[in-house]
């Protein structure tokens, strides 16, 4: 197998990719392959500064960078030579199994969706966040930004792919999906959660348990939690800036350890035909080993192929 990263991505490139990778690649298998993706000289100079021997990657030459302020739907045909569109050429290829990036995350996504292509079936595509539960477990939510306003067909299919990622991935057997409200009864939220509740009652490809509310987003009593997008985002950044604060404060507890998304890495796009990993624009070279890691372990399930499967 071999997973492809976007050495140019993110605010602190190449260094931390490269040390991401080199850390990785100490924990996979000696039958994994990490392809690196970037401008070659700076990627054999960065290997050797941390005194690795470049013959333990694969190094394909991608001299241009789509940054952060580049357009996302013409930024990759703009720059062919980028590493986000030649990773995006090499996944659609079959020469890399995983392609992951803390780079551009719109670049990322129309790159997902045109260059893989969208499941046939699925509405849109959608990215999730890992929730740490009290209890040690750990639940998704999804999605946490790619789709600011939804309908409730969306959101049912949202519960679909969130489950087979839950299943597949993180080895939950039979997913408990809940859906994201103001309230449990089913009368409750506005007319978008509320006809979203009817379809995913008569939904029977998941095990629906019904409405959540925000207090129980931490509980670990559903392992799949599903919202628009502008409704996840707004969850996911408060999560974080929660984190940032406690620890600024000097508060240290176990518990609140595994809110800092270096333990994560990176989130798949589920609904696109490869598996495609977006990671954080801030990750340091734990937070991309974790990315890498957790591309292996999506490709490795087979994750993709069975949304396929599901869907048709």
Not at 72 to 92: M, W, Y
Not at 282 to 288: C, E, G, T, Y
Request: glycine content about 10%; charged content about 20%; some cysteine.
């Amino acid at each position: 197998m071999k997973i492809g990263i976007d050495v140019l991505g993110g605010d602190f490139a190449p260094d931390v990719n490269i040390a991401g990778a080199i850390l990785a690649r100490k924990e996979l298998s000696a039958d994994v392959k990490i392809v690196l993706i970037g401008d070659q000289n700076l990627i054999l100079s960065g290997l050797s500064s941390f005194n690795e021997d470049a013959s333990n990657f694969e190094v394909v030459h991608a001299p241009d960078v789509i940054t952060m302020h580049d357009h996302p739907t013409r930024a990759i045909p703009q720059k062919p030579n980028s590493s986000i569109a030649v990773g995006f050429d090499l996944l659609a290829k079959g020469e890399v199994q995983a392609f992951a990036s803390t780079g551009n995350t719109g670049a990322m996504l129309v790159g997902a969706m045109f260059k893989i292509n969208t499941v046939p079936g699925v509405i849109r595509p959608c990215i999730t966040s890992t929730l740490p539960a009290i209890d040690g477990s750990k639940s998704i939510i999804l999605d946490v930004g790619s789709n600011a306003d939804c309908k409730p067909d969306v959101l049912q299919q949202f519960a679909v792919l969130g489950a087979l990622y839950s299943k597949n991935v993180f080895g939950v057997e039979n997913p408990k999906v809940a859906l994201l409200n103001i309230g449990e009864e089913e009368s409750k939220g506005n007319l978008l959660t509320q006809t979203a509740h009817k379809l995913l009652v008569g939904s029977d490809n998941i095990n629906f348990i019904g409405n959540i509310e925000g207090r129980d987003l931490f509980t670990g009593v559903a392992d799949v939690v599903v919202c628009d997008g502008f409704t996840g985002n707004i969850v996911l950044k408060q999560a974080e800036g929660m984190y940032a604060m406690l620890k600024k404060r000097k508060v240290e507890d176990e518990f609140l350890d595994r809110f800092n998304y270096e333990n994560y890495g990176g989130t798949p796009i589920l609904g696109v035909k490869g598996n495609v990993i977006i990671g954080h624009g801030i990750s340091n070279d734990i937070a991309v080993k974790n990315m890498i890691l957790h591309s292996y372990e999506v490709a490795n399930s087979g994750l993709a192929a069975k949304i396929n499967e599901a869907f048709n």
